[in-house]
């Protein structure tokens, strides 16, 4: 079994191909050996084709557009699930940074909704919008991560929220219509470094989705999660450039709109080797 999880050319500033969407900042994220990490960070990989580039030695910038990815919950009875995403979505991002300290750095969504509308038989499209903050910043010893995010219609940029039919539900008001979930969340993180190849990091996190009650739908608004917490500590030797071993303890707790609450203690191992 074999998944890839990047595959894209670059040239210029310019990358075409299936990676991480314009919209995630990965330097904002801090080393775990947890490969889905807090359920507030970057979402999914994606279809894109991006432009970033440096304007200064302070000031980069970028702006793409991704194939459309989105995940509803139709109402009960309707025929179709999911109408086909004609309109790309639009990441674009400003960031600011102190040479090799730190930066921080702006992003924002916007994204067209397309749905089927059983009841009068015809395609409807809503605006799906996103304002994410990120940053990190280096000092002696320590690099401390930082990043929130909140919008409406991008559930699924939320890494616990992908592929959930959360970025739109039904309306209760207007049979056969959808409305937009809202969602937030954050995250912040201290890595220390004992020696240059031996460090530790101590991650928070938590997110929250906003849904209205409604009746009849395939999934039922209590099943949809409500709010959840993550937290994080680890050991890391880099014993090699190739070679890396860790240990690592994860808690997180989950609960649903029904009140219903999961949740989980986890310690992991890690031998790595890359090449």
Not at 40 to 65: C, D, E, P, Y
Not at 77 to 102: C, F, H, M, N
Not at 249 to 261: D, L, Q
Request: proline share 2%.
């Amino acid at each position: 079994f074999v998944k890839c999880d990047h595959a894209y050319i670059r040239f210029m500033g310019v990358t075409m191909g299936y990676t991480s969407s314009v919209y995630d900042d990965k330097s904002a994220d801090a080393y775990l050996i947890d490969g889905n990490g807090p359920g507030a960070s970057g979402g999914h990989s994606n279809m894109t084709f991006n432009w970033q580039r440096n304007l200064s030695n302070k000031i980069r910038v970028g702006a793409g557009i991704e194939l459309p990815k989105a995940s509803y919950t139709q109402w009960a009875g309707s025929r179709e699930k999911e109408a086909t995403q004609r309109v790309p979505s639009i990441p674009l991002y400003v960031q600011y940074a102190w040479g090799d300290i730190g930066h921080v750095r702006l992003s924002s969504m916007l994204r067209t909704l397309t749905y089927r509308d059983y009841v009068d038989n015809r395609n409807r499209s809503m605006l799906g919008y996103g304002l994410k903050l990120t940053a990190n910043y280096k000092l002696g010893n320590a690099v401390g991560y930082f990043m929130t995010q909140g919008g409406s219609g991008i559930a699924n940029y939320f890494k616990d929220n992908d592929g959930f039919n959360l970025d739109l539900v039904p309306d209760e008001n207007n049979l056969g219509q959808l409305k937009r979930t809202s969602s937030v969340g954050g995250l912040c993180a201290l890595q220390y470094y004992y020696t240059p190849n031996l460090f530790s990091t101590a991650m928070y996190g938590y997110m929250r989705n906003y849904v209205d009650k409604y009746e009849n739908g395939l999934i039922e608004s209590g099943q949809h999660m409500k709010y959840e917490h993550y937290a994080a500590v680890n050991f890391i030797w880099r014993a090699s450039s190739f070679f890396d071993v860790g240990i690592e303890y994860n808690y997180g707790i989950k609960r649903s709109f029904a009140n219903e609450s999961i949740h989980n203690n986890r310690i992991t191992a890690m031998f790595k080797v890359g090449f």
